[in-house]
């Protein structure tokens, strides 16, 4: 019998990651938390049960997933995972059957790889984090905890990233640069060397 899983977050990320699940086929989905109006909709074809208020009693049941995106600031999906943690919660690592993600590589509690991503041979990914969409993390790279990879985004090979930072969809890394925590690098941007922690690169020139 497959064991189930709670969906932390009902909004659009949380419908990739439900398509994700499905495939996979590991767990069947018990339902998903999200804000008190939204109690009693649907997501795809998953109805929204109940808000985080409800984990304390839910958690020990069910294993846990934070299905909220991340953009702008990690900050939500962290203040989830803490609230999971927090509540001794079960928390997969979730790999769609459609991704390759190497057997010499290691993936986090509570991540997920989502279609057609490649994680390859000595890569690390944390906790937490989202490897998206047709996104390549190569050979000994390592991605910290609570960072969104987006769709077709290029991490080469040996490449550091910090806590908490996203690589927006479709950038490229030089391969062994480091980018230090919480760092925020726009779409389609071609990031050549080390970036202190912080750092926001938009590819916009302003000035």
Same mark, same amino acid.
């Given at each position: 019998?497959?064991?189930?899983?709670?969906?932390?977050?009902?909004?659009?990320?949380?419908?990739?990651?439900?398509? *994700?699940?499905?495939?996979?086929?590991?767990?069947?989905?018990?339902?998903?938390?999200?804000?008190?109006?939204? =109690?009693?909709?649907?997501?795809?074809?998953?109805?929204?049960?109940?808000?985080?208020? %409800?984990?304390?009693?839910?958690?020990?049941?069910?294993?846990?997933?934070?299905?909220?995106?991340?953009?702008?600031?990690? %900050? &939500?999906?962290?203040?989830?995972?803490?609230?999971?943690?927090?509540?001794?919660?079960?928390?997969?690592?979730?790999?769609?059957?459609?991704?390759?993600?190497?057997?010499?590589? &290691?993936?986090?509690?509570?991540?997920?790889?989502?279609?057609?991503?490649?994680?390859?041979?000595?890569?690390?990914?944390?906790?937490?984090?989202?490897?998206?969409?047709?996104?390549?993390?190569?050979?000994?790279? *390592? =991605?910290?905890?609570?960072?969104?990879?987006?769709? %077709?985004?290029?991490?080469?090979?040996? =490449?550091?990233?910090?806590?908490?930072s996203f690589i927006g969809s479709r950038?490229v890394t030089r391969e062994y640069i %480091?980018?230090?925590?919480?760092?925020?690098?726009?779409?389609?941007?071609?990031?050549?060397?080390?970036?202190?922690?912080?750092?926001?690169?938009?590819?916009?020139?302003?000035?």
């Amino acid at each position: 019998m497959k064991e189930s899983i709670l969906l932390i977050g009902g909004g659009g990320h949380c419908k990739s990651c439900i398509d *994700v699940i499905e495939q996979e086929g590991r767990f069947t989905i018990a339902g998903i938390l999200d804000q008190p109006p939204r =109690v009693g909709e649907k997501v795809l074809s998953y109805p929204i049960i109940a808000t985080d208020e %409800a984990l304390p009693s839910l958690a020990p049941a069910h294993w846990c997933l934070v299905t909220i995106g991340q953009i702008q600031s990690c %900050a &939500t999906r962290l203040k989830l995972y803490d609230l999971l943690r927090q509540h001794h919660a079960r928390l997969p690592a979730i790999v769609s059957p459609h991704a390759y993600v190497s057997p010499h590589a &290691t993936i986090g509690a509570g991540t997920i790889v989502m279609h057609g991503a490649i994680v390859n041979a000595g890569a690390q990914i944390g906790r937490n984090c989202i490897i998206n969409t047709q996104s390549l993390v190569e050979h000994d790279a *390592v =991605v910290g905890d609570h960072c969104h990879i987006a769709t %077709a985004s290029v991490i080469n090979g040996g =490449v550091r990233i910090g806590e908490r930072s996203f690589i927006g969809s479709r950038a490229v890394t030089r391969e062994y640069i %480091a980018i230090g925590a919480d760092c925020f690098i726009g779409s389609g941007v071609r990031v050549l060397g080390d970036l202190a922690p912080g750092s926001r690169d938009t590819g916009q020139k302003t000035g």
